[in-house]
């Protein structure tokens, strides 16, 4: 039965598949075929929404639909690579301290505690107001550096007992070498926390990242959901009724991607359980 499949056969599981694909759609295909409406017009300032504004106007007049279509690329990106980096620092040197041992596992497991034990999102605004991260790739490293640390104690959970298993046994007794038995032999039984932990990753990135950018401790590049919500602080959107729109469908939309991603990963863990994919 293919991952689709076993997918949809949990409801919520497939609600987060459509609602993920959805917004990856709407993210990066959305503004292949919607042209970009920039313009002010300040006779339209917090328009209500309307057929020719369905979410209504922000505070110079401009469509908030189309800065939802063009402010998800960035948010996505960025949640993306920070989940990436922080699942194979997780995946890599979890593997390795549990194969391995000796004082690399202690080396690991301390600084791995110290990770644990420091309140992120405070690091995150230190660091962010000291260094002001620019681009994808380094706002991605940062906010993946304080991500790793319980997916790495999880993977050399895994480890510890798997490398006893017989299987693991003979491939070293074969001497298929360190990294075949470590991601080809016992990885794979651990699809489940690495697939999950990845899902969940990116919904503390995308908190995280809205978080410094409504701060103002990210510099605004372009257009992206978090950005809307720090210029609606800063122009006062908060205190006109009709501003309502313009606040509320940036928090709705990020809303509704974090959800996608929680109940996508509701549906993962059918895919991963052996008994429901064989039936």
Same mark, same amino acid.
Not at 85 to 97: E, K, W
Not at 158 to 186: N, T
């Given at each position: ?62 469509? %908030? ?12 990106s ?10 194979? %620092? ?20 301390a ?7 420091v ?6 605004? %230190? ?64 699809a ?18 809205v ?69």
């Amino acid at each position: 039965m293919s991952t689709i499949a076993v997918i949809a056969r949990r409801p919520v599981g497939l609600i987060g598949l459509i609602g993920v694909g959805s917004f990856v759609a709407l993210a990066y295909l959305g503004p292949l075929v919607i042209p970009l409406t920039n313009t002010v017009d300040i006779a339209n300032i917090y328009r209500t929404p309307s057929l020719a504004y369905p979410l209504g106007t922000d505070f110079q007049g401009r469509d %908030v639909l189309n800065q939802i279509v063009y402010g998800g690329r960035d948010i996505l990106s960025v949640a993306f690579l920070a989940a990436f980096f922080s699942t194979a %620092v997780a995946v890599t040197f979890g593997s390795l301290a549990a194969t391995l041992g000796g004082k690399l596992d202690v080396a690991i497991l301390a600084i791995t505690d110290v990770v644990l034990t420091v309140p992120h999102f405070i690091v995150l605004v %230190v660091v962010a107001a000291i260094f002001r991260p620019e681009g994808f790739l380094v706002l991605a490293l940062l906010l993946a550096s304080l991500q790793w640390a319980g997916l790495l104690r999880q993977v050399r959970a895994q480890i510890l007992s798997l490398k006893e298993r017989e299987y693991v046994e003979a491939a070293r007794s074969l001497d298929l070498g360190l990294f075949h038995i470590i991601f080809r032999e016992m990885l794979p039984n651990m699809a489940s926390y690495v697939a999950i932990h990845f899902i969940f990753a990116m919904t503390g990135t995308v908190y995280a990242q809205v978080g410094l950018i409504v701060l103002g401790l990210i510099p605004l590049s372009g257009a992206n959901w978090g950005s809307m919500l720090y210029l609606a602080q800063s122009q006062g959107a908060l205190y006109f009724s009709d501003s309502f729109w313009y606040i509320f469908s940036p928090i709705l939309a990020i809303s509704l991607f974090q959800l996608s991603l929680v109940a996508l990963s509701a549906g993962l863990e059918d895919v991963f359980n052996p008994r429901l994919r064989a039936s």
